[in-house]
């Protein structure tokens, strides 16, 4: 027979409060739906198996709402979650262990009275940046099949197509064999089950041999690589086609064009100094440029997906999935979140806006590059 755990059982043997667990049940979460005779609600053996999935994700750090998105995932199953559990809990445990090393040496350092530099002491927390936005990226980060049928038109009739910093693989084209490359193990953890088979490589160093693929594409991704001229470079040496979704981060292009870097985020204009600019990554590889609009109601959470949205930029889990908050601190955030949360409730940033209301998309510098 099947074995029903009480909520009072479930509590002792998690650690977690009935009132957490009455919580779980009012927001839909996680509800107990077998009875006792006698009337009493209690945990079947699925409720208990969907209660545990909660409670890791909650333990590295999810937010509710994402661990929503991912145990209602209907392409995930109990086994999937299980392997990218245990791909997160991995990842944690050896950041973890590297920090317990820096620290161990820094302590050695000082038992002989040697006092490590300033940059030595930030390196122990000098993760990849996908390593700490990373786990937002479920809850906010999902395809948009505008931008997506654009970036496959450009791939052509290429069959082959390696994806470049693939991330959770949101753009992969469903109808073609696809091989994905990503450094970061907590978005290969995130990748789906089913998902294209993901190699851990860095764009500069493409493991493949020449002409391996009919096509390379990378998705939102060449500012985060160290080298991207370098990493364009080894895209054209693996395949016959090359497609890049990039942006124009010009002061025309995108900086002075879009409100939120423009009014409330200066800062992002030190983030692409002494980047080379799109106009060159296209040159590089001899690439003709398109310009990407982003529909209103963009289903994609990156950086300027809210242009006619603004009240999403206020919420703690659509910033944390965008590097460009994590790039500018939480001082610069702050503060920007506070201006634009004021100029929202006065009205003012409607008056300044008001030419964007109308429009179904906006061209913002997104663009394509297609060599």
């Not at 980060?141 to 693989?169: F, H, K, M, S």
């Not at 493949?208 to 991207?228: G, L, N, Y």
Request: aromatic share 8%; hydrophobic share 45%; with cysteine.
């Amino acid at each position: 027979m099947e074995e029903h755990l009480t909520v009072g059982r479930v509590a002792e043997l998690t650690g977690v409060s009935v009132r957490t667990l009455h919580h779980y049940d009012e927001i839909a979460l996680v509800r107990p739906s077998a009875r006792t005779a006698a009337g009493y609600r209690v945990y079947s053996a699925g409720d208990v198996e969907r209660l545990r999935e909660v409670l890791a994700y909650r333990r590295l750090g999810f937010g509710l709402r994402e661990i929503a998105d991912l145990v209602d995932d209907p392409a995930t199953d109990a086994v999937a979650h299980l392997r990218r559990l245990r791909g997160l809990l991995l990842e944690q445990r050896d950041r973890a262990a590297a920090m317990v090393t820096a620290l161990d040496r820094e302590l050695e350092a000082r038992a002989m009275g040697i006092r490590t530099t300033p940059e030595e002491q930030l390196k122990v927390f000098g993760a990849r940046l996908y390593e700490v936005i990373g786990s937002a990226y479920p809850a906010t980060r999902r395809t948009e099949p505008r931008i997506a049928a654009q970036v496959w038109e450009a791939l052509g009739d290429a069959r082959t197509v390696l994806n470049v910093g693939a991330g959770t693989g949101s753009y992969e084209p469903p109808d073609r064999e696809v091989t994905a490359v990503e450094p970061s193990a907590v978005m290969r953890a995130q990748r789906p089950a089913g998902a294209a088979p993901c190699v851990a490589a860095a764009a500069e160093r493409l493991p493949f041999e020449d002409r391996s693929f009919d096509a390379a594409m990378a998705f939102s991704t060449v500012h985060h690589w160290h080298d991207p001229i370098a990493g364009l470079r080894e895209m054209q040496r693996v395949a016959r086609r090359v497609v890049v979704f990039t942006h124009d981060a010009s002061d025309a292009g995108w900086r002075r064009r879009f409100w939120l870097s423009r009014d409330y985020l200066p800062e992002v204009s030190g983030l692409v100094a002494g980047r080379p600019p799109v106009d060159r990554l296209a040159r590089v590889i001899g690439a003709r440029m398109e310009p990407v609009l982003i529909p209103w109601d963009c289903a994609d959470g990156f950086f300027e997906a809210y242009w006619r949205r603004p009240e999403a930029y206020l919420e703690e889990e659509v910033r944390r999935a965008v590097s460009v908050w994590a790039r500018v601190g939480p001082e610069a955030e702050q503060r920007a979140v506070a201006m634009l949360s004021a100029d929202l409730s006065s009205g003012r940033w409607a008056e300044r806006n008001r030419d964007l209301v109308d429009l179904d998309a906006a061209e913002l510098g997104l663009r394509l590059l297609v060599a």
